[in-house]
């Protein structure tokens, strides 16, 4: 009796599985067809419709096929053992040969906190030393590509589109490098810039610099798309939201600005904290943005209603989301791992203590790998942390296994596909969307009749101040009725003008007068 | 507590020798993908600008006729072969891969005003001006198999030129067997699609076998010439026909009497049936637009197809392509559209300055070309997809120009892609006469508009635009 009934309970489970990947294929409702009244259009959109849902539900099927690796994960085995209890060590005891050699500390006290950068494949590994230390290192084979000093202040690095090109920022101005270490470009309009972010889709290198002026320049062309002054002082706090590609700035105080290269002012501007903002990072789902201050406080945002969704009291000097939503916060010497098991509720997950004195600069999640990469004031470690990257793959996205026709390939297909600059907006998919009608719907005569009467009665009714000593003779009172009732009337008049025809005579503008073709520089411009 | 981190072997993910192919993995996660609508959006305007880029859809000319091409017949059976006749009276086979003439037909002394060839394409029946109906044996085409010569196309071409030409040089003149004389010039021919039995138009429609030499039926409904006629390609009976008495005509063979009459406000120049819905043929009028109908359901137009701006005299020709997806009409003001079949404007228009009235327009039995027959004594071969690269393309080709052409039609409303996308350059004569119809239209609508309005609501129906040219159907 008991095997029927898992049988169908299995059958349930299966079916559920299947409706949530189906959801997550099919990339947001269907539209609403019932409000057309073109027939063909109509047949035409519900065909279209029919095969998205098809082909939602056909990746949804293949899913399990398609997918060779698994994900990680971390699981206490009763609810004593609590996940955040277990150390590097313990972790690396239970975990196959392989993924054991991954971790590393790297100690180089000489040359000044280090910050690190990872390709979006997750393969190459870029450190930069604040003394000037430049390395990129091969993660897959540990071998250490290029190793170089420029002698200067570094402050931040950052990869193009692949591992052969790099920007760093400099003492005076960021330059680009090349895999081999030779200077290929020194950017000077950028200034004394503080930090760099690459945005991939539309090849824009974004800059912040002393002065608090963003710059963007599109790398392929060299072009200087924009720079604006975000008039709110000097700040290093800039992140790239990977799914609009939008920049937010922390400012220092406790606004958060969002930015993109078409517009002077920003998009959005949130106070978010009561004193400077210190770090900002944004989910790859887009829907999230964590941000901490100096007031000693984590808030995680949710970006479509600009509210906080959960508030912790902590310090954190830099933080960073992981391909599956975890949230790595960094503070002094102690780097703390949160996870949401169900929703938004992000619970701590995993700690690691560094030695006492180690500072943390920087912490990144590695892409397509378990590994958080954090850069601190005595070199770089990276350690595992089960269940933060994407398991799977795809060759055509980021492919840690990259051959050089591959990468080739990859490059002049991301070039022909480069978005403009006009595309980014915070609604990534607005551009799918339908634009509102608009004009106003015409208001038919009968409409407009009856509001004129109504407004006409208010008029009569309203309570007029009686005045004393003989001033409020009838008559005088029937005239300022008569102008209330006129005053009510005259909107209802003027529009039913506009109607008859031609409006006023008096209110035709002047004609313009055809100047001749010498002097038509001097005329004004029509404003647009 | 139970660990497991992502390990994966490089082994697993990279081939093992170099003669293996490279293994792709995918994953087909949203989330994966950042701003697909905008790089969507991005590759709909570059293959919009690629498609213009790459359009060139004039193949070649083919002259050799000495006067103006005034109708033409596909064989069913030959996918290179073509017939022209032209206004002198001389009828050409031609070879469209080669662009030459396989054959001549002489004999007719007037205009050829009508061509057809027999279902299994052995017989060509033309009519003309001069009163005659001529009935043609077609040499038989020796196709040699391609695959027995490997490869060489091109002799099997000249091998079945040859054997026309000596076929010709042998026994000249003896190419028609039957010439029937009737009273009153022919204006067009068509044979039924799976029977024996041809149709030819003049004062009346008559039916014909090949082996009589009178017809063996005559319909006729009112005392106007019947300028075209068409058969069905669904039901070999059906037969259209249109009058110069502004009617379309439906006959039936089998009940022997007309079926049934659909008066419109002007003539009808030329009909035709979609080969793949036999139900419905579109018709091309004299104010100059393309009306389809449903031939169960004549009393209103299914779809109006407007673009050519000609005030058309003679006549403004429209074939189907195969695919019954699209048509392409020629008219008198020197171009051709081509029309999807459900478009209410062209989607394509081809103009040339050399090519004067357009008289005739047949699509190729693949699809994939066009020929017009034009007033400038030259067929003229286009591509009916401007941008299509021809030729066998690898597979991966195609799927990319599938998908450049699915992504296109996804964003095409969009203002910047639709510029791009409709933007066709017109002679300068078509673009004023298209500005100055638009206008008038215009004008005429807002007569309409202000009548309508100040007279007792009610009394004005607005007539819906389909059925705006139609007078009323007859039994």
Known sequence: ?528 | MRVKVISRSTDDFTRERSQDLQKVFRNYDPGLRSQEKAVEYTRALNAAKLEKIFAKPFVGAMDGHIDAISCMAKNPNHLKAIFSGSMDGDICLWDIAARKTVCQFPGHQGAVRGLATSTDGDLLVSCGVDCTVRLWKVPMLKMVDTSDHTGDNSQACTGWIETYFLHQQSSHGSMHFLITFVLTAVRGVDHQWDGNLFATAGAQVDIWDPNRSEPINSFQWGNDTVLSLRFDPGECNILITSASDRSLTLYDLRTSSPARKLIMKTRCNSVCWNPREPMNFTAANEDTNCYSFDARKLDEAKIVHKGHVSAVVFRMDIDYSPTGREFVTGSYDRTVRIFNYFGDHSREIYHTKRMQRVFCVKYTYDGTYLVSGSDDTNLRLWKSKASEQLGVLLPRERKRQEYLDAVKERYKHLPEVKRIDRHRHLPKAIYNAAKLRRTMIEAENQKAERRRKHSTPGSMPVQPFRKRRIIKEVE
């Not at chain 1, 540990?142 to 420029?150: A, G, P, S």
């Not at chain 1, 503070?331 to 203590?353: A, C, F, P, T, W």
């Open chain 1, 1 to 528: 009796m008991a095997s029927p009934r898992l049988d169908s309970e299995k059958v349930k489970d299966a079916q559920d599985e299947l409706e949530m990947k189906v959801a997550k294929y099919s990339r947001g409702k269907g539209a609403d067809l019932k409000a057309l009244r073109d027939k063909k259009l109509k047949a035409q959109l519900t065909a279209r419709e029919k095969l998205y849902d098809k082909s939602a539900k056909h990746a949804a099927m293949t899913d399990k096929w398609l997918m060779p690796t698994e994900g990680g994960f971390l699981e206490p085995e009763n609810d004593l053992e609590k996940s955040y209890r277990f150390k590097q060590d313990d972790v690396l005891e239970e975990v196959d040969l392989l993924s054991s050699k991954k971790p590393f500390d790297m100690i180089l006290p000489v040359l000044g906190p280090y910050t690190i950068e990872y390709t979006s494949n997750g393969r190459y590994m870029l450190v930069g030393g604040r003394k000037g230390h430049l390395a990129m290192m091969d993660m897959l084979s540990l071998n250490l590509i290029k190793e170089f000093q420029v002698r200067e202040t570094v402050r931040d690095v950052t990869f193009l589109h692949h591992e052969q090109l790099y920007a760093v920022a400099q003492k005076k101005y960021p330059y680009i490098y090349d895999r081999h270490g030779t200077e290929i470009h020194c950017l000077k309009e950028h200034g004394k810039a503080l930090k760099l972010q690459f945005l991939t889709k539309q090849f824009l290198l974004a800059s912040i610099n002393s002065f608090g002026q963003l710059h963007y320049q599109d790398v392929s062309t060299g072009e200087m798309v924009a720079n604006y002054r975000t008039g709110l002082g000097r700040t290093d706090v800039m992140r790239v939201n990977p799914y609009n590609a939008v920049i937010g700035i922390g400012h220092a105080g406790g606004k958060v600005t969002m930015w993109k290269p078409t517009s002077v002012k920003p998009l959005v501007t949130m106070l978010c904290h009561h004193g400077p903002v210190t770090a900002v990072a944004f989910d790859r789902g887009g829907h999230l943005m964590a941000t901490s201050g100096v007031d000693r406080k984590i808030k995680i945002w949710d970006l479509r209603k600009y509210e906080v969704v959960h508030s912790y009291a902590a310090r954190a000097q830099s933080l960073d989301f992981s391909q599956r939503g975890l949230l790595a916060c960094s503070n002094g010497s102690q780097v703390e791992i949160y996870r949401n098991m169900d929703g938004h509720d992000y619970k701590l997950y995993m700690k690691h203590r560094m030695m006492k004195g180690y500072q943390v600069g920087k912490v990144l999640f590695r892409p397509y790998e378990d590994i958080l990469g954090i850069g601190h004031s005595m070199g770089l470690s990276s350690i595992l942390v089960p269940g933060s990257g994407e398991p799977n793959f795809d060759t055509f996205i980021a492919n840690p296994m990259e051959t050089t026709k591959q990468k080739r390939e990859r490059e002049v297909h991301a070039l022909l596909d480069k978005l403009p600059p006009e595309t980014i907006t915070l609604n990534p998919n607005m551009i799918a969307t339908v634009r509102a009608p608009k004009k106003k719907e015409k208001k038919t005569k009968k409409e407009i009749e009856e509001e004129m009467e109504d407004a006409i009665e208010a008029a009569k009714n309203i309570e007029r101040k009686k005045k004393t000593k003989g001033r409020s003779k009838p008559s005088k009172q029937a005239k300022k009725k008569e102008e209330d009732v006129f005053r009510a009337k005259r909107p209802f008049l003027e529009e039913s003008k506009e109607i008859g025809g031609r409006p006023d005579k008096k209110q035709r503008v002047g004609e313009k007068v055809e100047l001749p073709k010498a002097l038509q520089r001097f005329a004004k411009k029509p404003q647009s």
